[in-house]
């Protein structure tokens, strides 16, 4: 006996995000549903404006067949990078296009009011500068300097953000915007970005940020892994070799980050007679061809190295993006990277490992942070639950 497969109407969307044009007849093959039930689920897509027509398709004989894809203009996202000094808010499509951006200058130690009154007030300018209506808007979302529990959206216990330890950041920013607020740390979500932006082929990767701390995105098999409590990634507060008389600000020592995060690497810098006040100023002498700050770079990429070596054969991703402050350094930096990367780690994970530094730069951030607020919203849970809504009010209006 056939049955006819059950694939609903935000399953057979997820097909048309692929970024290509589909015809009926594809998606049937590709479903198994019937043309009939194709065209119901595709209407129901259009009314919700995730979906439209696109180009006309080649004849093979008769009438040519209609295309269909992501309709990227239906609504917008917002994406927040809230940094430890400096705060980054882009609006866009639903392809990720950046349709107006904003940045400041502002200091995460201020507090949460402050810092999201200012996000708030910037998303209603960036709207209104977009010719959109605010209805249009979909979802948030935002990324934070610290440990944040993803599924509630609470920073939890961040080091450096006095006054926002269990503050709840969604319903904060829902009172202004009633759209779903989604929040992670700001390391995953320039994983997102950079992933996004110029690695989309790519489902294992690793971004680690090197900054006044240190810390890691992992993607592996195309999904972000936050772990159990949303720690996955700390790479500062893995321990290294010969380090054991350098105290970390977690208490413990021999860390990573206090090593070669760029206030360790401004001490180095300063003991041998070179001024430089934080991780900036030595990218800054590096540039300028200071062979001591050089020198400092080079040991902090083995150190770092040596951490990822053990990462590597862990997860075995097939590109490491070197992003943050730190990543300004570049091949000096780089190099010390590889040389521990490919002398510890096993020759098959390393065979066709490529050691980078981040294109996206300062956008990572805020292109993840939309690309999180995107994927929820063009989630097949979330298309399902708006196609069952239109269903039920079509009902009602049938029965009024």
Wanted: aromatic fraction near 2%; proline fraction near 5%; hydrophobic fraction near 45%.
């Amino acid at each position: 006996m056939c049955h006819t497969p059950f694939v609903r109407t935000g399953e057979l969307f997820d097909l048309l995000r692929d970024g290509r044009p589909w015809t009926r007849a594809q998606l049937a093959e590709a479903t198994g549903l019937a043309r009939s039930t194709v065209t119901m689920r595709i209407d129901t897509l259009i009314r919700l404006g995730l979906v439209a027509p696109y180009g006309g398709a080649r004849s093979t004989g008769g009438r040519p067949p209609a295309l269909f894809a992501l309709n990227p203009s239906a609504k917008m996202v917002i994406g927040a990078d809230i940094g430890a000094t400096h705060a980054r808010v882009a609006l866009t499509d639903l392809d990720g296009k950046i349709l107006g951006e904003t940045d400041a200058q502002l200091e995460v130690a201020a507090g949460p009011e402050p810092v999201l009154g200012w996000v708030v007030e910037t998303v209603r300018e960036l709207v209104e500068g977009s010719g959109r209506d605010i209805a249009d808007l979909a979802a948030i979302g935002i990324g934070l300097p610290g440990p944040v529990e993803h599924s509630t959206g609470l920073p939890i216990n961040p080091p450096i953000m006095p006054g926002w330890d269990r503050y709840d950041v969604p319903a904060r920013l829902r009172a202004d915007y009633p759209v779903p607020v989604l929040v992670d740390n700001d390391v995953n979500i320039m994983a997102l970005g950079e992933r996004r932006a110029f690695l989309r082929d790519v489902d294992d990767l690793v971004l680690i940020k090197v900054a006044t701390g240190i810390g890691a995105g992992i993607v592996s098999g195309g999904v972000l892994q936050r772990g159990a409590r949303g720690t996955a990634g700390d790479l500062g507060h893995v321990r290294v070799r010969d380090n054991d008389e350098a105290l970390c600000r977690c208490g413990n020592t021999g860390c990573l980050e206090a090593v070669a995060a760029g206030p360790a690497l401004a001490a180095a810098v300063r003991a041998q007679g070179e001024d430089a006040k934080s991780g900036g100023d030595v990218v800054d002498l590096v540039r300028a061809g200071s062979l001591v700050a050089m020198s400092v770079v080079r040991q902090a990429g083995r150190d770092i190295g040596e951490v990822v070596a053990t990462m590597t054969n862990l997860i075995n991703p097939s590109v490491v993006v070197i992003g943050g402050q730190l990543a300004g350094a570049g091949e000096h930096l780089l190099a010390g990277i590889r040389e521990s990367v490919y002398q510890r780690s096993l020759p098959l994970a390393t065979e066709h490992l490529r050691i980078v530094t981040s294109r996206a730069g300062a956008e990572a951030a805020v292109l993840g942070a939309s690309a999180m607020a995107i994927e929820h919203v063009l989630s097949p849970d979330v298309v399902e639950a708006a196609s069952e809504a239109l269903a039920a009010a079509d009902a009602a209006a049938e029965r009024a």
